[in-house]
């Protein structure tokens, strides 16, 4: 609980058996994490085993994408604050606390990884994902007349339930370019949104979207076609 609110956590996984129980343990902080829902999306390795013997909630969701696991993540969580990461040691459990005090001012909390203090070496945060990220983010802000945004792609964000309940039956995109969708469709309904920086560390697994210059670079394009069109249409 955090001042009286129940705090979910949701880790998407697809394949993320090295890490899942340590990133379980790692965000289910003390007395603040009340339930940390694994979203399970058709992994053929061992994740569902390994996130079993953790005290998380474990959901199968069928539909093949990042944004699909996101999504039945949400729909499954319980808390009044809940709050998207990734089971791939790339983001730090302790950071939650840095969105939760964000919370008491703003609906939503995103984090963004491009602060240069807090890019760890052996992150993947080169130069052509942290402009790309960059750049996107500020296309994103001034198109929609949004906060000061850096990072279009950082999973580890906070939504307060009354926000997300507002949004949730809008939302379209089930593949890796989900996150401007929520921020766009939390700025259309005039859900309050900041961001904070976060610490984005080295992953432990295979990366399976901005791993490689051509899934970043077909992530990006996807986001910028989203961005457009929700903004021309
Ligand atoms: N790429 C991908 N990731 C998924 C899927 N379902 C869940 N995820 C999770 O989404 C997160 C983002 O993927 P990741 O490989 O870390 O991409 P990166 O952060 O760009 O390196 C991870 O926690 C994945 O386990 C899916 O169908 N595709
Ligand atoms: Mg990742």
């Known amino acids: 609980m955090y001042n009286s609110k129940r705090v979910s956590v949701i880790f998407p996984a697809y394949n993320e058996e090295q890490y899942i129980r340590q990133a379980v343990e790692d965000f289910w902080i003390p007395g603040i994490v009340d339930e940390v829902i694994v979203v399970n999306n058709n992994s053929r390795d061992r994740t569902a085993e390994e996130a079993a013997k953790t005290p998380a909630r474990v959901v199968l969701e069928t539909q093949q994408g990042y944004g699909y696991a996101l999504r039945r993540g949400m729909r499954e969580a319980t808390g009044d604050l809940i709050i998207l990461a990734e089971p791939d040691g790339t983001f730090v459990g302790r950071d939650v606390l840095k969105l939760l005090a964000y ?3 703003f609906e939503m909390v995103c984090g963004t990884r491009t602060t240069r203090e807090m890019i760890w070496e052996e992150a993947n945060m080169g130069w052509f994902l942290r402009i790309g990220n960059w750049a996107v983010a500020k ?3 001034f198109l929609y007349n949004g906060p000061s945004l850096s990072d279009c792609g950082c999973t580890l964000r906070l939504i307060h339930r009354s926000a997300l309940e507002r949004i949730q039956d809008r939302f379209t995109v089930g593949k890796s ?3 401007p969708e929520m921020v766009i469709l939390a700025l259309r309904a005039g859900i309050r949104v900041i961001e904070v920086p976060v610490n984005y560390r080295g992953r432990v697994g295979e990366s399976k979207i ?6 970043a670079l077909r992530t990006g394009l996807r986001m910028i076609g989203l961005i457009l069109s929700y903004r021309f249409k």
């Open 103 to 105: 919370a008491e001012d």
């Open 177 to 179: 370019h989900f996150l």
């Open 210 to 215: 901005t791993g490689n210059f051509k899934g």
């Open 139 to 141: 296309m994103l802000q």
